[in-house]
């Protein structure tokens, strides 16, 4: 009797996926699985803390290696969403991916974070107070959102007049990343469609501000060093990389200081600082579960399995922040760890670009929320997560006065 590998499937997961990631730690850190996408093969998961580092770090595991993979690469980018990602710093290989990076590095470092902590905090009072003043409201959409494209009009330097369209649009245009079975939703190909045709306007109505990083694109495409199409894809990219991270960030976060009343005592005591709960909700709430499948340029070894040119390798980003070899807490969560969230934002080249920024906006959103809300809980029954593998968020976070949660 043949004995059927014990394949990976990222699709069965369900709501909460972590005790299987840590099976697979306890295993070994990897194992085969199946296709993150349908154009692909089965590919290796990576699930250690070890074993992610080594795979986002590996000069020989690309987003589209030059060779036969560069066929597959063709017909994933025939779908729009897809084909803007690969012009934007993303999905870009070396020496590209730099090329497009370099020039908006200086605008995202940890100084930049800490001066948009300042600037962001009496909006996200104020967005907390009018929320709190309602008999119930929606932290995601009521504070989360808002404020992230606050910050997002400040970093991109351009006005966005309809956060809601276009926060619709960046989250459906994030579908197309996801791993999926079947082909792209025509849903974000759309979206895209919208998304460009908005950068565009902004751009040719005069709406890009000299103070923000899309003036800096334009400033590269007029020296003849990016193109335009450059400078479209990098805005579009950030409109749902700016926020998404944070927003999901702050919706999981909510959830896990629900399920840990002895934590949430310690943020709303004073005890622990709001930089301090942001790094380790980050840790332990990563919006990101699995990073862009990385493909390998060549035959390589990794976690004891040999991966030939062409195949894929998958990090599991959410997995590698809960190895308990280097966080000890592990699967609980420990607001006075003192622990850098290290992967939540990935490691090597394609370390996220706005890790500041997302840092600060997220203790933003906590020192509003627990100081201008006092009093007031996740309505944990009406909560809706997101429809999403590779995103790991909620939809709606309710929030109630404590005295209307049912006792316990």
């Not at 709501?15 to 590919?43: H, I, L, N, Q, T």
């Not at 501000?209 to 400033?219: D, K, V, W, Y």
């Not at 850098?340 to 203790?363: D, I, M, N, Y």
């Amino acid at each position: 009797m043949t004995i059927q590998p014990d394949l990976f499937d990222p699709f069965a997961l369900g709501s909460d996926p972590f005790p299987e990631f840590a099976r697979r730690r306890a295993e070994g850190g990897a194992s085969w699985g199946k296709p993150p996408y349908p154009e692909v093969g089965v590919a290796l998961y990576v699930f250690s803390h070890a074993l992610v580092s080594e795979a986002l770090k590996h000069p020989f595991l690309l987003q589209a290696p030059p060779g036969t993979y560069q066929e597959v690469r063709q017909k994933i980018s025939a779908n729009p969403a897809l084909d803007l990602l690969t012009r934007s710093m993303l999905l870009s290989d070396p020496p590209r991916h730099m090329h497009l990076r370099r020039p908006l590095a200086g605008s995202l470092t940890f100084s930049a974070g800490k001066g948009l902590f300042s600037q962001l905090m009496p909006k996200a009072s104020e967005l907390t107070r009018a929320a709190a003043g309602k008999p119930w409201f929606d932290a995601i959409r009521d504070i989360g959102l808002p404020l992230s494209f606050s910050g997002l009009e400040q970093i991109l330097g351009i006005d966005i007049d309809d956060p809601w369209l276009i926060g619709s649009d960046a989250q459906r245009m994030a579908k197309a990343l996801d791993i999926r079975t079947g082909n792209v939703d025509n849903d974000a190909n759309e979206a895209c469609r919208r998304l460009e045709a908005w950068a565009s306007q902004a751009i040719e109505g005069g709406g890009v501000r000299p103070n923000g990083i899309s003036a800096q694109m334009l400033a590269e495409v007029e020296a003849g060093r990016w193109r335009r199409d450059d400078a479209i894809a990098n805005i579009v990219f950030l409109l749902f990389a700016g926020q998404a991270t944070v927003v999901d960030t702050f919706g999981n976060a909510l959830a896990a200081l629900a399920e840990a009343p002895d934590q949430l005592s310690l943020l709303e005591g004073g005890t622990v600082g709001w930089s301090a709960a942001a790094e380790e909700l980050l840790r332990f709430c990563a919006p990101v579960h699995f990073a862009g499948a990385r493909i390998a340029a060549q035959d390589l070894e990794i976690g004891g399995a040999t991966i030939t040119a062409g195949q894929a390798v998958v990090p599991v980003l959410a997995s590698a922040n809960r190895d308990v070899s280097v966080f000890p807490a592990g699967d609980r969560l420990d607001l006075r760890s003192g622990v850098s969230s290290a992967l939540a934002f990935g490691t090597g080249l394609h370390a996220c670009l706005g890790q500041h920024v997302a840092r600060a906006e997220l203790a933003v959103l906590l020192e509003a929320l627990f100081t201008e809300a006092s009093g007031w809980r996740l309505d944990i029954p009406n909560v809706v997560r997101r429809d999403s593998v590779l995103f790991y968020g909620l939809e709606t976070a309710p929030m109630i006065q404590a005295a209307g949660l049912p006792a316990i």
